[in-house]
């Protein structure tokens, strides 16, 4: 079964960037990888999606013009490059994948998650 391990967070100041990894224990292949992220008091959110094999993604509109993903298929690496983060960035930032080709912004259609890496934006 894959199993999926983020690294990278860590406190940063606002405007700052930041770029986290998750790495798996098999190919990404067939999956689509994502991260999500959840903040205190809030409920899991999907920041963004991409094809391991085509390569194309999808990003959240909170997002779209900040934060990059991206992939080594090499080395079954999943990244999330965070540029001009905000206070509203703060939360713990979630990989996982999925087989699925549709509803890929749902949480639910993921069955392989990591344990999560904590970002904190400070003022």
């Known amino acids: 079964q894959l199993q999926l391990v983020e690294s990278g967070g860590g406190l940063v100041q606002a405007g700052g960037s930041l770029r986290i990894s998750c790495g798996a224990s098999d190919t990404f292949n067939y999956y689509a990888a994502a991260w999500f992220r959840q903040a205190p008091g809030k409920e899991r959110e999907f920041v963004a999606v991409?094809?391991?094999?085509?390569?194309?993604?999808y990003k959240a509109d909170s997002v779209k013009s900040r934060f990059f993903i991206s992939r080594d298929k090499a080395n079954n690496t999943l990244y999330l490059q965070m540029n001009k983060l905000k206070l509203e960035d703060t939360a713990v930032y979630y990989c996982?994948?999925?087989?699925?080709?549709?509803?890929?912004?749902?949480?639910?259609?993921?069955?392989?998650w990591g344990q999560g890496t904590q970002v904190t934006v400070s003022a």
């Open positions: 991409i094809s391991w094999t085509s390569g194309a993604y």
């Open positions: 996982a994948a999925t087989k699925s080709t549709e509803s890929l912004t749902a949480s639910k259609v993921y069955i392989t």
